[in-house]
């Protein structure tokens, strides 16, 4: 980038998540299997990052091949003794903020008023892998490549999926969300090859659910290859992988959609506002699906700079 140009953060997010699809790597399924410990990134404080801010910096986290969860500021790392190593680059966290202008006069004379104007900022973090010198409880212990077993998972996979008030049928060969029926339909328990697998599936259809009319309203599109079909599908699969994650699934069962990969890098090559717009409606999902669990969901403070849009947006 020259100096003084003014810079394109959407396409700058967008580019970084382009070049994960184009390698293979969904960042919203895989990473998680890669840290010490499951789960979203985290600030300096240990609340999570959300919306776009997650997938982003699973991303950049895989890509380096850093364990540690935790992110940080150059002053945060400073104040806490530790020193970034030298020659480390750091990775864009984003936020929206608002500015209120001013409108002219109206053709009678009369004060025009204001209007706001969103508009996105970023600032820069470190993983703390790029930081020596910090306290122990930003580096993860070493990873038990050990395959968990399923029964590990299935109080916590109980205690998320039993309360959402989705009507759930079972039987055939087929999973999907009936959008004129408002039911999920799963295949019986018996035809997954573990219960993780049907709760990864499960989690998939939920978040298709969410998105009813009388829920959070998103456009599903009528038939696969269509933009909105296609971009529903990212959100899905974004939703997805935020319960898999906080559910301790592997990332062994979140095999790549070959079929949709094409899809979803035409979109959001053709718009670059387009992963930062699925990501803030996989987190709403996220969020209305987790309102009803009998567990609390791990912490997603979210601050007022994190990027999030309206459910309308």
Known sequence: MRRGAKRDIAQEVTDIIIA?????????????????????????????YTGINSILLWAIADSHGYRSRFWMTQRQADELGGRVVKGARPAPSVYFNTIRKAQGPTLTGEDGGSRVIRFMRSYLVYNCDQIEGLPNRFHPDPIDMTPPSP?????????????????????????????GG?????????????????????????AHASGAAHRLGREFGRRFGDKAYAFEEVVADMTSGMICSDLG?????HDSHASYVEHWIGILKADKSAIITAAAKAEQAYRWLAAWSTNPIPATQEDRHE?????AA
């Open 182 to 206: 408002d039911y999920v339909h799963m295949p019986p328990k018996g035809a997954f090859i573990s219960s993780d697998h049907h709760a990864a599936t499960l989690a998939h259809e939920y």
């Open 151 to 179: 029964s590990e998972h299935q109080d916590a996979i109980n205690a998320f999926f039993a309360p959402i008030p989705i009507e759930l049928r079972q039987g055939g060969s087929r999973a999907f969300y009936s959008p």
């Open 249 to 253: 699934l592997p990332c062994e069962l």
């Open 20 to 48: 994960k699809i184009e390698q293979g790597v969904l960042p919203w399924r895989r990473p998680w299997r890669s840290f010490g410990a499951n789960g979203r990134p985290l600030r300096a404080g240990g609340q999570a």
């Open 307 to 311: 990027a999030s849009l309206p459910a």
